[in-house]
């Protein structure tokens, strides 16, 4: 599941958003100062590694997909791309100031990764697990875009998670102390022809069937198309950070 982007390598990179710089500002001043090294774990084509590298320290990023990592080495040589599973991956010795997980968390082993994140920070360092939500800023089109979803793989479920699901990871654990929540709204215009490059990017469509993708794109082009050929989307950026435990 952690390779299904692969398929798509330079689209994902090309239409998928990056982060906000907001989120950066936040995260230096949660650590107190600027962290080092940094770790951007299941970094992908590396959308949080570019803003990890305005830290000026040096940037490791892990992902476990080669045809990820490709576009991520190409774009950043300067970045230590390892070719691995976040799980196969071995710090440095003496463990990194900063762990960065964006829209990754979800597909690492639930069972340990708490645990082996906190192994490989520094005593006192900071884990940052960060996602975008891919909204809607007109609840009309929301009910119309899911409605659209739902007919043809009626499996699929909302997903129905608090914003801060990783947090209860964190605070389960006893590892990580001084845990905070942030989240900023934004609001991007995506025409017919950017939405549907986006979507040939979501899991959710990776995986269905030729037949269900084609109905997919039909439904929502007419959709989309209806609305004058533009969607606002309501893109909620969530950050959880915690402390390693001393």
Do not use: N
Not at 82 to 99: D, K, S
Not at 104 to 123: G, K, S, Y
Not at 211 to 232: C, F, K, N, Y
Request: negative net charge; charged residues 20%.
């Amino acid at each position: 599941m952690s390779r299904v982007f692969g398929e798509v390598a330079a689209l994902y990179d090309d239409i998928r958003l990056g982060y906000p710089g907001e989120l950066l500002e936040t995260l230096v001043a949660y650590h107190g100062g600027v962290p080092a090294p940094v770790a951007d774990v299941g970094a992908g084509t590396g959308k949080a590694t570019e803003l990890l590298l305005e830290l000026g320290v040096p940037v490791i990023a892990v992902e476990p997909d080669p045809r990820m990592a490709a576009v991520l080495a190409q774009k950043f040589p300067g970045v230590e791309t390892v070719t691995a599973a976040f799980e196969e991956w071995t710090p440095p010795p003496g463990g990194v100031g900063l762990i960065s997980c964006a829209t990754a968390w979800h597909w690492f082993d639930p069972r340990t990764r708490v645990q082996r994140v906190r192994a490989a920070l520094q005593p006192r360092g900071t884990l940052a697990i960060f996602h975008h939500r891919h909204g809607y800023a007109d609840p009309v089109q929301q009910r119309t875009i899911d409605a659209i979803h739902q007919a043809i793989d009626p499996a699929q479920t909302v997903d129905d998670r608090p914003v801060d699901w990783a947090r209860t990871d964190l605070e389960h654990s006893g590892l990580f102390t001084d845990i905070e929540v942030h989240e900023w709204h934004w609001h991007p215009v995506f025409s017919t022809e950017q939405y549907l490059r986006l979507l040939q990017t979501f899991s959710t469509f990776r995986l269905r069937s030729p037949a269900a993708q084609r109905r997919t794109v039909t439904g929502l082009s007419a959709a989309i198309d209806g609305w004058g050929g533009s969607l606002r989307m309501d893109i909620h950026t969530v950050l959880v950070v915690g402390r390693a435990a001393a």
